[in-house]
Nanobody, 118 residues
Framework: QVRLVESGGGLVQAGGSLRLSCAAS????????LGWYRQAPGKEREFVAR????????SYTDSVEGRFTISMDSAKNTVALQMNSLKPEDTAIYYC???????????WGQGTQVTVSS
């Protein structure tokens, strides 16, 4: 069974940092897109960051570019999101996503809460 488990969320002051981690089991990252999404209260889930399985290509939503960094450890089957200079508007539940390039396989974790206070 494929499982994605996020960790590392918490409460931080604006300007602080958090590092989220997603541990995957039941699959390998080869030919998968690895990503992070978030959903704030009352809002729809939005894309945050994405990484190719080999780590050679990344993309970010404009609001986090320059502050967040997505990375992977293929040996450990983990995906991380380093979040620096956090802002209150970053407050959301953050979800790990692993998706095959053809979209046939699309896996989600249960999410981890990130709260940034002013």
């Amino acid at each position: 069974q494929v499982r994605l488990v996020e960790s590392g969320g918490g409460l931080v002051q604006a300007g602080g940092s958090l590092r989220l981690s997603c541990a995957a089991s039941g699959l390998t990252f080869t030919n998968y897109l690895l990503g992070w999404y978030r959903q704030a209260p009352g809002k729809e889930r939005e894309f945050v960051a994405r990484l190719t399985w080999y780590g050679g290509s990344t993309s970010y939503t404009d609001s986090v570019e320059g502050r967040f960094t997505i990375s992977m450890d293929s040996a450990k089957n983990t995906v991380a999101l380093q979040m620096n200079s956090l802002k209150p508007e970053d407050t959301a539940i953050y979800y790990c996503n692993v998706r095959s390039y053809n979209g046939i396989f699309d896996y989600w974790g249960q999410g981890t809460q990130v709260t940034v206070s002013s």
